[in-house]
């Protein structure tokens, strides 16, 4: 009876070391935890559309955010928007350089879809300011100013290892008012097309 039991004790304590060891081993291959704090920062391109796109070509764009996830699912960030383009040689001087400037600031909530997943895509929306800064004679058409924004985008990011993930990010953003620019009649459809590539972490 004794002998039973004992090597009842042993192969329970063998089963639930297998278990444990099989646990931690999925941990560290598979199961990744999004939760916390981050940064991110990216590099891309950016254009706009209605009105606004035969006037100002496509130009870079880039963007630094610091964010909490506090879920798998939830999170919520801070960051700087910026970007620069040129005006299309009809509406400009033609003369070498980025035309307009853009500086700006948001903030965002963002959703994951996928909990401990290691490539997880996600959507976001939010809400932002920006000051287009216009170079000296390059257009009379075309003035500094300072305006809202709303971005909404979808994106997927991926988890390199526990700490470092790289992500893929597309936005719109529907501007307030293009007061910088000669458009009459303003729209929704009046806005900022970006695509950025993004490297982070948590801290």
């Known amino acids: 009876m004794r002998a039973g039991i004992r090597m009842g004790l042993c192969f329970a304590l063998l089963a639930g070391g297998s278990a444990l060891a099989d646990d931690l081993e999925a941990r560290g291959s598979r199961y990744v935890e999004w939760r916390g704090p981050y940064f991110l920062l990216g590099l891309g391109a950016e254009g706009y559309t209605g009105k606004l796109a035969p006037s100002l070509n496509p130009g870079l764009s880039y963007e630094a955010i610091i964010g909490y996830r506090a879920s798998e699912i ?24 980025p035309d307009i400037i853009r500086n700006g600031a948001q903030a965002a909530i963002n959703v994951g879809f996928i909990p401990h997943a290691r490539l997880q895509p996600y959507a976001l929306a939010g809400i932002g300011i920006e000051r287009y800064s216009v170079r000296t004679g390059v257009s009379v058409r075309f003035f500094d100013d300072t305006g809202g924004y709303v971005p909404v985008g979808l994106g997927l990011r991926y988890k390199l290892n526990q700490s470092l993930s790289a992500e893929a990010r597309a936005t719109y953003s529907a501007l307030f008012s293009q007061d910088f620019a000669p458009v009459t009649n303003e729209d929704v459809l009046d806005g900022r097309y970006q695509g950025l590539l993004q490297l982070g972490g948590t801290f």
Not at 74 to 94: I, K, R, T
């Open 74 to 97: 939830l999170g919520v960030e801070a960051g700087y928007s910026g970007g620069v383009n040129d005006l299309d040689p009809g509406s400009g001087s033609g003369v070498g350089g």
